[in-house]
């Protein structure tokens, strides 16, 4: 997401702005708190210049095994520009291993040329600011640009009378245009944002070479399959997408996708703002949709989200996600490459919870929510998942409970209890590792508040490379507050 980045100057967005993350002493308190995410680097970097914090974004992007940034880019967004070539400067000028391209996002108004030309002029500009030749532009092994969309057929006008041809058709022909109006040569890469039909699907793979999925959950008869299928039946490029969670801290109209802001979230009150929800089965939806893009050998993972708070999808470090699908995303990848796992020789203990049970409800400020794709059941989220990557067998032991476990990657699930988790794996008698999560489970929360919560015993190694001195922040941040006595 160009935009959520913090430095001095630019504040986050209100759905993940920490300024309305407190109960009390803010706009959004009459709610509990619009924003229900605690980006790490609001503070790190409320001082940073621009080039400070694209910096920042890279390298904690590489650590979490994210190894370049489709940019979010809609029309009417002409400020953004500044910060996409600062990410091309920067990673020139520091010698980071990285790679940008643009996604279009949600065209909508005017006319088919008048979008065009607005495209055009903006993309040519950062052209000629970071060069076409710069070797940070994401292109296929002949040369084409990379490009992505986001509900980007609005692009196009699409006639009534089609003349005998698709709506795809109309589609390719007015990113052809824009390829045209730019100079390059587009590798467009089409957006599956629905349970979509065979027909629709060929439809596409007509005049598109490659395709994407946005947050659809891995289930049973997970859409990938015949997409992927399709594909290779069709000598198209299937890359895969996988997404750790979705929970909207941001508050929309009821209905809708409208976003409320601050103030209008405080005035519309419980009464009228909705949360969206997909059930990812904490780690579940994660680990499944890795394990079938590495089944599928996909040429390109898409990672949803780096950065996206305000949906709850986001890598970015974060105190309620913090490293814990990181670690899973740097290890599926090892496998992805055919590279030795980065926690070979290691004992690594990965846990994942919500703060309640999927049938409490919070008191006094209670949200609906509502779930928008069909995953994983809601009870399946009522455990405390572990995962584990060990040297040698052990007992892995979760606030009392226990259970042996084997070497290498495993995952187990106990009883949810009230209060912090404390995860233990023993060998031998040996505490190898061993710790307490800062965030708890309770049964009286105060708040509505979905997020999966994760904590491992990686962190201090994991975040002390990112944040320096300054990560201990996590530890100092308050838990979500969200218990009652």
Known sequence: ???????????????????????????????????????????????????????????????????????????????????????????????????????????????????????????????????????????????????????????????????????????????????????????????????????????????????????????????????????????????????????????????????YNAEEAAEAGTAKGERKYIATGLSFNFRSLLEFSVKNEVPILNIITWNDYPEGHHLAPEINHNEGFSILLNYYKSIWKGEPSPFYNKDVAVVFFKKYKHDTEPNPYHFQVITIEKGVTLASEDSVEVVTLLKKPSWLEVNGQSSPVPAGFSVTRYAMNPGPVHVLVRREGVSVVDFVTPEKITLHPVRTDRLTYSYSSEFTEFYTPILGTNRTQSEKMPSTWIDRP
Not at 93 to 122: L, M, N, V
């Open 1 to 259: 997401m160009t935009n959520i980045i913090r430095y001095k100057g630019h504040k986050f967005e209100d759905s993940c702005n920490p300024e309305y993350y407190s109960g009390s002493e803010n706009t959004t308190a009459s709610i509990g708190g619009l924003t229900q995410v605690l980006p790490m680097e609001d503070d790190l970097l409320k001082n940073a210049s621009l080039d400070s914090a694209v910096a920042f974004e890279m390298r904690a992007a590489k650590a979490s095994g994210i190894d370049g940034f489709q940019f979010y880019y809609p029309l009417g967004t002409e400020s953004w520009d500044k910060i996409i070539e600062a990410y091309f400067r920067v990673a020139e000028k520091q010698h980071i291993d990285f790679y940008f391209t643009f996604c279009i996002s949600h065209p909508s108004g005017a006319s088919e040329e008048s979008r065009i030309e607005s495209y055009a002029k903006r993309m040519n500009e950062i052209f000629e600011a970071v060069g076409k030749n710069n070797s940070h532009w994401l292109r296929t092994p002949d040369g084409r640009l990379i490009l992505y969309q986001w509900n980007g057929e609005g692009l196009a006008d699409i006639p009534a009378d089609l003349h005998g041809y698709s709506k795809p058709y109309y589609v390719a022909l007015a990113y052809k245009k824009l390829a045209e109006a730019v100079g390059e040569k587009f590798a467009s890469i089409f957006l599956i944002n629905e349970q979509i039909t065979s027909e629709k699907l060929n439809d596409y793979l007509d005049y598109f070479p490659a395709c994407w999925i946005w947050t659809l959950p891995y289930v049973k008869n997970y859409i990938g399959d015949m997409v992927a299928t399709t594909c290779k039946q069709r000598n198209r490029t299937f890359t895969g997408s996988a997404f750790c969670d979705f929970y909207t801290s941001k508050l929309l109209e009821k209905g809708t996708w409208n976003i």
